[in-house]
Structure formats: C-alpha cells, structure tokens
C-alpha cells in the first residue's frame, strides 16, 4: 500500500507506481474470489450496476434474437406500424430489459456470493466453488428473471409502459400467466451464469497464468468460450420460453413439449429450436465480457474496502 500511503502524506507518485497500482487493483478484482470478499448486498448492488450498463451496450442483440426465434421479420425491429423507418424502434423495451438484467444480475451475483461461500466452507476446491456457485446461483435467479422477461417480450411485441404490462397481462390472463416460461428460464439462467461467473473468468485466469495472455484479450476467448458453451446448450429452452412468453393466449404454443414440438414440426429441428443463435451468441459473449469488464473496474471504485481485505490477505 506503499502508493495510497505517499499519496495521503502528499508525496509525488511516480506515474510507473501508480500504473503498476491500478494493474493490480485490476487483477486482484478479476480473480475467482471476488464475489466471496463482498457482503450479500454488496454483491447484489454490484450486479445490478453491471447488469444495467451492459445491456445499455448491447441491447439490439437481444431485440433481433428474440423477433427471430418468434418468426417475425427483424425489419420490424426498426420500422413502425405504418411502415416508415424508426432506428429508436429497436430500443423499444429498453427499461424493462435493464430491470431484467439489472435484477437478474442482483440476484445471480448474491446468491452466486452466497452459495460460493457455502461450498467453500464444505472444503470443496476452489474450482468447483467458482463453477458450482454460479450454477446454483443462476437457478435461483431464473425466479424472478422469469417474469421481468415475460414483460419484456410483451413490450417488444405489442408496446405498453413498465407497469402497464404487467398489470394488462395479469388482467387478461390471470397471475398464474406471469410463471410461464419460468422452468425454461431457470434452466437457462443456471448455464448462462456458470459460464459467466464461473467458465468465463477461469478461462481468463488459467490463459494469463499459463500461457501469459494480456487480461483484456484473455478475457475475450474466456467470453466468447463461455457464450458458445451457454448458448449452443440452453438455445432450444430459450427458443421455447421466448415462443411461450409471446403467446399468453396460446393460439399457437401452448405448454413445453408442445411448444417444442410444435417449433420442430414447422421449421424442422436445427432451423427452429436454434432460431436467433447467431444473435444470442453475439448477446451473451459480449455481456459476458461487458459484465466482467465492469465487475472489475467498478468494485474497487464501489467497495474499496474489498481491496483493503484483499491487501491484507497477499
């Protein structure tokens, strides 16, 4: 702490101390353990900050993954009902998406923090702690994650306000209608958050430990790595949860298998349970490397009691 200490007492740092400092303040926020130093809420803040500035990024992704995997032209992502052109179009749904992931990230962050702790008190290796927090953290993510993307879906398909949506959707459908897709999305969710929080930042670190790869770069074979994981294996429960949340009043899909096979029978397998996994692909690998980029430049900044913890701990 020879830096911050010369800075208190007013002493010139030389710019290579300070670069040195702020490398590895980089690096001790980037390791596996950063989720077990913070607090439950810390945690769940920490998330939610990332979450919301990372979909603010990629956002159009999502939007053209989700018109894709419903049949619908990705024309109609950026033109209004009377035909003309309107790129802010695309972002119509943008405040749900950011409760989305905002919230999700909360609670994949907290419980990822919370259940890390938990293994790593039950004397399981480092590995596992990291691969299966995150697992059973995403799970119980997929909850509540479950129906702010419901809202979401419906805001995309046919417009409303955040908190007309639900309430038009609970008026003609009934509460129990804000749990469909949620099997789908739990399932998800816990894939989707072992690859970001558990693959993705261990491949980051076993690249620059063993073949000495920068971080930056690292951590983009680590997201890219993670997204095909993630995407390849949860696309058709996506698919299906996107098809059932668009369609509350089941004209065309009504539960999971049916859905599934209904998707099958009119586009073939590959063609429709895979529909949008170009736009998924390029969705969760540049969220995965957004939220990791923002997890370790925004910790030391929100909780620099963290690094002090972690100071004291090397």
Aim: proline share 4%; with cysteine; charged share 15%.
């Amino acid at each position: 702490m020879a830096a911050s200490k010369a800075v208190r007492v007013g002493l010139r740092v030389p710019p290579l101390v300070i670069a040195l400092r702020v490398e590895w303040v980089s690096r001790v926020m980037s390791d596996r353990e950063a989720l077990q130093r913070l607090s439950g809420g810390e945690n769940c803040l920490l998330g939610m900050v990332t979450g919301v500035m990372a979909k603010s990024c990629n956002y159009p992704f999502l939007v053209w993954k989700n018109t894709q995997q419903q049949g619908l032209p990705i024309s109609t992502t950026w033109t209004t009902a009377k035909g003309s052109f309107s790129p802010l179009q695309v972002y119509r749904g943008l405040p749900m998406a950011c409760m989305n992931l905002g919230g999700t990230n909360a609670v994949q962050f907290g419980a990822t923090g919370f259940f890390q702790k938990l293994l790593a008190g039950s004397g399981m290796g480092q590995d596992g702690v990291q691969v299966g927090g995150a697992f059973l953290g995403g799970l119980a993510s997929g909850i509540p994650c479950s129906i702010w993307e419901l809202c979401m879906i419906q805001q995309q398909r046919f417009g409303g306000s955040t908190l007309g949506t639900p309430a038009r959707i609970v008026q003609e459908y009934g509460a129990s209608s804000l749990s469909r897709g949620a099997t789908m999305t739990m399932g998800r969710e816990a894939m989707f958050t072992m690859s970001m929080l558990g693959v993705t930042p261990l491949i980051q670190q076993k690249l620059v430990e063993s073949s000495g790869w920068e971080r930056n770069t690292a951590l983009a074979a680590g997201s890219l790595s993670g997204a095909l994981l993630a995407g390849v294996i949860t696309h058709p429960m996506d698919t299906i949860k996107s098809c059932m949340q668009g369609d509350l009043g089941r004209a065309k899909y009504d539960g999971i298998v049916q859905t599934g096979k209904a998707i099958a029978a009119e586009h073939g397998v590959v063609q429709g349970l895979f529909k949008g996994l170009f736009y998924r692909i390029a969705l969760i690998s540049t969220t995965f490397f957004l939220v990791n980029t923002f997890k370790q430049r925004t910790v030391p900044l929100l909780f620099p009691h963290a690094l002090k913890e972690a100071d004291k701990a090397r």
